[in-house]
Nanobody, 126 residues
Framework: QLVESGGGLVRPGGSLRLSCAAS??????????IGWFRQAPGKEREDVSC????????FYANSVKGRFTISRDKANNTVFLEMSRLAPEDTGVYYC???????????????????WGHGTQVTVSS
């Protein structure tokens, strides 16, 4: 029910904007907390950022704080992850996930999310 897009190959220091959209009608992302996670080759999936459904409070992993920005476009039922100053260690498959109970907080743990996308590949390399 979630579809990520916007991944690709980018040089170190570059930027990308990832999108998370609902694939079908009736799935309104603004009703859910949305989290972004990533999985690097050979590593476990880790949290990147999340946004609550109520007031749009945002949270970031220390590794991306100051470089990544999560935001909502309610009119287009989309959540974005703006990534700047990308580094090779940001390489991985990026997933978005939705939590129907994330009203005033959002989880940094995979288990806190009910719906997942299939991911989009981000490769940072020169």
């Amino acid at each position: 029910q979630l579809v990520e897009s916007g991944g690709g190959l980018v040089r170190p220091g570059g930027s990308l904007r990832l999108s998370c959209a609902a694939s079908g009608s009736g799935f309104t992302l603004s009703y859910y907390a949305i989290g972004w996670f990533r999985q690097a080759p050979g590593k476990e999936r880790e949290d990147v950022s999340c946004i609550t459904s109520s007031d749009g409070s945002t949270f970031y992993a220390n590794s991306v704080k100051g470089r990544f920005t999560i935001s909502r476009d309610k009119a287009n039922n989309t959540v974005f992850l703006e990534m700047s100053r990308l580094a090779p260690e940001d390489t991985g498959v990026y997933y978005c996930a939705a939590d129907p109970s994330g009203i005033y907080s959002c989880s940094a743990y995979e288990s806190g999310y009910t719906y997942w996308g299939h991911g989009t590949q981000v490769t940072v390399s020169s």
